[in-house]
């Protein structure tokens, strides 16, 4: 025998049957409106959810009974104007919640309908990716810039997996248009976290229009605030919600500092000498000023200085091993380099300027194998940690064991950043205006190019801001990855005409 089953899964959202009146009637005259749908529905956030447009003053109530949904209009309907209830997310199947997403109901009380539509894309103005479920908005003129901040759009879509939208049943006019991608789908402006985009110029709607792409971007938050901070052993860590130019800081009681790391980023770090219990920091910067008391957490089990070396060496003879936390050599002569024929060879080791990376240069032949050897407890990082004895396998490359790229591009007056990614980590920056940009000595591997408009020359990319209306900087990538092989040039175009 076999068992009974409920059948296959319900998948489906529930579709419209009738209405009353029809769906896209002209002449419309009423203040009540019947839906009928294949199957027992749900209504969600229906205060929130349903918007009209126009809206001009009119409220909405929406009953819902089985398959039925009433809803009874408020207010005052002007003559000749095209009408557009929009059900956003609210509307779903009762048995498993499939959602029927931005059912429109759309009526004109006059005798014809606004058709004039537009489409287009949003996306990423970083990275690239186009961005699914932003709502694109348009607010008919007159209207302040501060609308978006303050009231939900005339009229409105929600873009799908390809970042495509498409608002239909507009009224011929003039308009402001933008693009919000936000967590709590209200449609409005209200958080620093949200993603907004929008078009330089206002939109004079006569036909059917389609849009350039919209770059959207998240803005600099309008204040600077301290989002973490930890003392943990001879640590500071401060972490802001965005970067902090000219940060000064001073310390209570007064302290004796070893390094101060990250300056004019996001994040600060301060090591300090000797390890505190507490302390008091004052934090400056243009607009801001924070008095923070930091207590030092219970430090866990000490733990072994970890490292990271870079052991594929490029013509340069070069060897960087890597620390999260500054470093101090306690004895030069117990790093060395062994031979496979049983040399030991002294090393010339210094420190990089922050502290976090040995530099050992040695002129190794090519194509031998090598042993760095780093004795036991001969590093130690500003926690007192020490190394356990490491053994790292080394061996030279010559030329003809990298690869390199050159870029055909069009000449630049402002400095563009070329950035080489593996995933979504970069291995390789370069700030040019040159026509030709010829990177050597890459190791073999696939790329991808990501090429930044440096409008102000600070060598960093520098998002938008609405209420300034100031789009984000110019990002693109190259739309194929870059496989570089080894003695191998490889020469791609980027040039426009």
């Known amino acids: 025998m076999v068992a009974l089953t409920g059948g296959e899964k319900d998948t489906k959202a529930p579709q419209l049957l009738k209405a009353k009146p029809n769906n896209l009637q002209t002449n419309f005259n009423s203040n009540n409106i019947e839906l009928v749908f294949d199957e027992y529905l749900q209504l969600k956030n229906a205060e929130e959810q349903l918007i009209i447009s126009p809206n001009n003053g009119l409220k909405i109530k929406a009953k819902i009974k089985g398959k039925k949904i009433n809803l009874s209009l408020s207010g005052n309907l002007k003559t000749n104007t095209t009408y557009n209830i929009n059900f956003g997310e609210a509307l779903s199947d009762y048995t498993e919640s499939n959602a029927l997403r931005d059912f429109q109901y759309v009526f004109s009380t006059g005798a014809n309908l606004d058709s004039i539509s537009i489409r287009g894309q949003v996306k990423d103005a970083f990275k690239g990716d186009f961005l699914k479920d932003a709502t694109v908005g348009l607010y008919a003129l007159p209207v302040s810039d501060s609308s978006v901040y303050l009231n939900k759009p005339d009229y409105y879509a929600r873009t799908n997996a390809q970042g495509y939208y498409q608002i239909k049943n507009i009224k011929e006019g003039k308009y402001k248009l933008f693009a919000l991608a936000e967590s709590n789908n209200n449609k409005i402006y209200d958080n620093d976290d949200e993603i907004v985009g929008f078009i330089d110029t206002d939109l004079d709607l006569k036909k059917d229009t389609g849009l350039s792409v919209i770059n959207a971007f998240r803005a600099l938050p ?52 000797d390890k505190k219990d507490s302390l008091s920091i004052i934090l400056t910067a243009e607009g801001y000023r924070d008095t923070i008391l930091l207590k030092s957490e219970k430090e866990k089990k000490k733990s072994i200085l970890n490292l990271d070396i870079n052991n594929y060496q490029n013509p340069s003879n070069t060897i960087y091993i890597n620390s999260l936390t500054p470093l101090t050599i306690i004895n030069k002569d117990s790093i060395y380099l062994k031979t496979d024929s049983l040399k030991y060879i002294k090393l010339n080791t210094k420190l990089s300027d922050n502290s976090k990376e040995i530099i050992i240069q040695y002129p190794l032949e090519i194509n031998k194998k090598y042993e760095l050897i780093i004795a036991d407890s001969v590093l130690q990082n500003s926690n007192l940690e020490h190394n356990r004895a490491l053994k790292y396998q080394v061996k030279s490359y010559n030329e003809e064991n990298f690869g390199n790229l050159i870029i055909n591009t069009n000449a630049s007056t402002n400095h563009v950043i070329y950035e080489l990614l593996i995933g979504e980590r970069v291995v390789y920056r370069l ?66 005409k």
Not at 233 to 254: A, D, E, H
Not at 466 to 486: D, F, M, N
């Open 222 to 273: 309008s204040k600077i605030k301290l989002k973490e901070n930890t003392l943990k052993g001879n640590k500071i860590s401060l972490l802001f919600n965005q970067r902090v130019k000219n940060i000064q800081y001073q310390l209570t009681p007064k302290t004796n500092i070893l390094l101060v790391d990250k300056m004019n980023t996001d994040s600060l770090e301060i090591y300090l000498k």
């Open 431 to 496: 700030i040019s205006k040159a026509e030709k940009i010829n990177i050597k000595l890459l190791n073999p591997a696939e790329y991808r190019l990501r090429m930044i408009s440096d409008e102000n020359n600070n060598n960093a990319w520098d998002t938008g801001s609405y209420l300034l209306k100031r789009q984000a900087e110019k990002v693109s990538y190259y739309p194929a990855g870059i496989k570089v092989r080894a003695n191998w040039d490889l020469e791609i175009n980027l040039k426009t």
